[in-house]
């Protein structure tokens, strides 16, 4: 089953916008992944984030934590037709190497 | 540096037969771990090998079983295939917290 849902399911911008996807999540976590996937490809992982973190830059993403309202968002900053893809949050519950739990996904188009 | 690669890229099978995926993981990666992705939906995960044992299992029946080599590459392998069963197989490799994914192979079941 889906640990949660990201919001909003598809999401159209125009280049050089910031692009927001939101990400909640049901039980307790050790840490957060998010990945992208082009076209039903492989996924591409992105940025993790652990529990006793509220916030991680990497370029042009920036990714918070909230665990008390179990949710997360992923900002991508002056977004490129090359982001075009499907973002995915991804759950860890423990410390150690662990299954990841998924959400369902936010299609991501940039139009020039 | 390779990075996670799978084989093969597509696999057409039909209903009660047999498939066996195969997956290398990234260099110095001791966890492997394998997921099913349906159309429009999340990766759902099926189990994971450490140490050529399998160490976590997610809710998948006895037809989805798996090894790992002492060189850390794996295999899925799902038995009396179904309708149900197509889908792009991800296997995923990890020596920390960070999971890195191969290009998956995608199984249609005819």
């Known amino acids: 089953s889906q640990q949660g849902e990201e919001d909003p399911q598809a999401l159209s911008i125009q280049e050089g916008e910031n692009a927001t996807m939101n990400c909640s999540y049901k039980?307790?976590?050790?840490?957060l992944q998010w990945y992208r996937q082009n076209s039903g490809r492989g996924l591409v992982h992105l940025i993790l984030?652990?529990?006793?973190?509220r916030e991680k830059h990497s370029g042009r993403l920036r990714v918070t934590l909230d665990t008390s309202k179990k949710s997360s968002s992923l900002l991508i900053t002056a977004s490129r037709a090359a982001d075009t893809a499907s973002y995915f949050c991804?759950?860890?519950?423990?410390?150690?190497?662990?299954?990841?739990?998924f959400g369902t996904g936010t299609r991501l188009q940039v139009t020039l | 540096d390779a990075g996670v690669t799978q084989s093969p890229t597509h696999l057409i099978k039909t209903r009660g037969q047999q498939v066996t995926l195969r997956c290398s993981p990234k260099?110095?990666?001791?966890?492997v771990s394998w997921y099913q992705q349906a159309l429009g939906q999340g990766p759902q995960f099926i189990f994971q090998?450490?140490?050529?044992?399998?160490?976590q299992r997610g809710n998948f029946p006895d037809r989805f079983s798996g090894h790992q080599f002492p060189n850390y590459s794996s295999e899925l392998n799902v038995n009396a295939l179904l309708l149900g069963d197509s889908a792009l197989y991800l296997c995923?490799?990890?020596?920390?917290?960070?999971?890195?994914f191969g290009p998956g192979t995608r199984l249609t079941v005819l």
């Open positions: 995923a490799s990890s020596l920390g917290l960070e999971q890195f």
């Open positions: 039980t307790s976590i050790n840490n």
């Open positions: 984030i652990r529990s006793n973190e």
């Open positions: 991804a759950t860890g519950n423990t410390g150690t190497a662990s299954k990841l739990t």
């Open positions: 260099s110095g990666h001791d966890t």
């Open positions: 090998y450490y140490e050529e044992e399998e160490r």
